[in-house]
């Protein structure tokens, strides 16, 4: 290798290597395992399920957010923080941990209220990127309520069910989701450190 093609901090590096007995062919193993180590200590990597993270959300935006509007206008009005999360990348930076733990904690309290109902809101992606996009809602506790399977591409169906107390999957999934996220922020705030996070 030649070390006059390396930056100056790579230099320096490289004589650190060369000081610890650590031979060229070793060192870009070395490197990368003290890249894992940094990492591991500037960021915090979860994983949830990609599903209930999008009930979660479409339940909040129906129950707490949405009013009698019929589009996607009220969106993030009540828990801005938390419903734009992950919309441009899969991470909280630190600066957010706080906000974001906030809204957490009042979302849990919300959930265990009766009358909150599961949703499910669906259409293609590019309908959800516009706050103006018709929203069509369907109360499935209602058998004979008309069903139109031929919802435009341009609109978004939203699929009332249950309350959310009834259906005790769906309760234990959205509440360990909001856990393993409170968790990991009390982690990163301790660290100072922020989250990124990997869906399933």
């Known amino acids: 290798m030649k070390k006059e093609n390396l930056n100056d901090i790579n230099k320096d590096i490289y ?6 007995g650590i031979k060229e062919h070793e060192m870009l193993s070395v490197y990368k395992n003290c890249y894992r180590d940094f990492e591991m200590n500037f960021i915090s990597v979860i994983t949830i399920e ?5 009930i979660l959300r479409d339940i909040i935006w129906y129950n707490f957010e949405h009013k009698n ?12 923080h938390f419903m734009s999360l992950f919309d441009e990348i899969n991470e909280i930076k630190y600066d957010d941990v706080d906000v974001v733990a906030n809204e957490l904690k009042d979302i849990k309290k919300k959930i265990s209220n009766k009358n909150v109902y599961v949703v499910n809101l669906s259409g293609k992606e590019e309908a959800f990127n516009n706050i103006n996009t018709k929203v069509n809602f369907i109360d499935k506790r209602k058998e004979k309520q008309f069903t139109n399977d031929k919802t435009s591409s341009k609109e978004i ?3 009332v069910y249950d ?3 009834s259906k005790h999957m769906d309760l234990i999934k959205v509440n360990n989701l909001i856990d393993t996220l409170l968790d990991a922020l009390d982690r990163a705030k301790k660290n100072e450190s922020k989250i990124g996070v990997e869906f399933i």
């Open 69 to 80: 509007e019929k589009d996607l206008s009220m969106v993030g009005n009540v828990f801005p």
């Open 163 to 165: 309350e959310l107390a």
């Open 157 to 159: 169906t939203c699929y």
């Open 50 to 54: 990609e599903k209930y993270f999008n």
């Open 15 to 20: 004589e650190v290597f060369l000081k610890h």
